[in-house]
């Protein structure tokens, strides 16, 4: 498996609709969409989504919480775009 020339770690091209190949991490991750997210993903269907990754945002996150609501389920489950020493290789 390729690996980043900067960090080694193990990452997978996924081609976009665009035919482009975007670096991700190896490992899938659950996804919330979420405007002010903070992070890409790469779908199965190769669209990019703008999301929260492994929980809800937290605003939703402590929403739920006070209010006694179970957390929403995850809207999907995609490969994060690798983000390597601070900075977004691909955006």
């Given at each position: 498996m390729p690996g980043?020339?900067?960090?080694?770690?193990?990452i997978l091209f996924i081609q976009n609709k665009n035919g482009k190949y975007v670096p991700c991490d190896?490992?899938?991750?659950?996804?919330?969409?979420h405007r002010h997210g903070g992070?890409?993903?790469?779908t199965t269907t190769r669209e990019k989504v703008y999301c929260t990754i492994k929980t809800p945002?937290?605003?939703?996150?402590?929403?739920?919480e006070r209010n006694g609501i179970?957390?929403?389920k995850p809207d999907g489950c995609g490969y994060a775009i690798h983000?390597?020493?601070g900075?977004?290789?691909y955006g």
């Open positions: 980043c020339k900067r960090c080694g770690r193990d190896t490992e899938p991750v659950n996804y919330w969409k992070s890409y993903v790469m945002h937290p605003v939703i996150e402590e929403q739920c179970p957390l929403p983000v390597c020493e900075r977004r290789l």
